[in-house]
């Protein structure tokens, strides 16, 4: 019997599938009761490394340390819990075994809007479902939040390939069969249909992978305010070659900006040089790096452009 040859797109679906679906596993979240453990959650997750690290959604794992996991091949591993961060929705996992098959990881800053993606994961509790797409927008944000501290995702990509519940923690793949976005929403029926969201993985992906794997958490600077861009007074603008700011409309009592004199109306303009005009900007900004370290802050107050400096803390979760 002569097999077809497959069309390019075709080609192309399968080839990814073949190449990434025995790196992604289905997981089942367990938790401890009376007489044993009980599944309490399930979703998916891809393998990052031959000993086991595996990437999938905070919200999978939500608060719980350890659960089963099934791959492609229908293996059965336990795993473990090596850190989860909430407020970028990401976790990573470590499946008890070695000798695994690791996904590529690729970089989605280089993905273009109508680029085909694959994704793969278990939808509904189907292990190995692939479907595929193209990328329907790129730069969306998501709110998260952990504890009292809420933040915006970044960067997020927007595909149209099906994804169900049981796909969050699996791949989004590009036609190269590199992993460059982890799923981890859907889009309800209320909303719009065949909408789904990944967050990416970048650079700024990839060190919040490295602090859960090297820490078990991301740790984060911290500022105290909240905001919107707006455009700089003409007087401004020209004298800093700018076109928007960051409006303070809140600022937390007893805060690094409080206490450096940060007022709510203040257009906040350049933090250490660096333009800000997004509240995304400033997060992007608020790195384990700086924390105990002083900021420089350049914003206009009524007009007149002042210099402040603020020192920035470590974000406490219970207390943001």
Do not use: K, W
Not at 59 to 79: K, N
Not at 203 to 228: C, D, F, K, M
């Amino acid at each position: 019997m002569t097999v077809a040859p497959l069309d390019p797109y075709s080609a192309v679906v399968t080839a990814v599938s073949e190449r990434v679906g025995p790196s992604v596993a289905s997981l089942r979240v367990t938790a401890g009761v009376v007489g044993g453990r009980r599944p309490v959650g399930s979703g998916s997750a891809v393998l990052i490394t031959p000993d086991g690290f595996a990437l999938t959604s905070a919200h999978v794992v939500s608060e719980h340390r350890r659960g089963d996991a099934t791959l492609a091949d229908g293996t059965g591993l336990s795993f473990q819990v090596v850190g989860a961060d909430p407020l970028s929705d990401l976790a990573v996992v470590r499946l008890d075994g070695s000798g695994l098959p690791p996904a590529p990881l690729g970089d989605a800053d280089r993905l273009r809007v109508g680029q085909l993606v694959v994704a793969i994961g278990n939808p509904l509790g189907m292990s190995g479902s692939v479907t595929a797409g193209v990328v329907s927008a790129l730069g969306r944000a998501f709110p998260t939040r952990q504890g009292r501290a809420a933040r915006l995702v970044e960067n997020v990509i927007q595909t149209d390939a099906a994804l169900h519940p049981g796909n969050s923690g699996g791949a989004l793949c590009d036609g190269a069969a590199e992993v460059v976005g982890i799923n981890t929403a859907v889009v309800g029926p209320l909303a719009g249909q065949g909408l789904g969201l990944a967050v990416p993985i970048n650079a700024v992906t990839r060190a919040i992978v490295s602090a859960l794997i090297n820490e078990g958490r991301v740790r984060r600077a911290y500022l105290g305010i909240a905001g919107g861009s707006r455009p700089l007074p003409p007087r401004v603008a020209a004298a800093t070659g700018r076109t928007h700011g960051f409006e303070v409309v809140e600022v937390v009592p007893g805060s690094p900006a409080a206490e450096a004199g940060i007022l709510p109306e203040d257009v906040i303009v350049d933090l250490d040089g660096i333009p800000v005009a997004e509240a995304g900007r400033i997060q992007g900004l608020m790195t384990a790096e700086r924390i105990g370290r002083r900021a420089a802050l350049r914003l206009a107050r009524r007009g007149v452009l002042r210099e402040l400096s603020a020192e920035l803390r470590e974000l406490d979760i219970g207390r943001a």
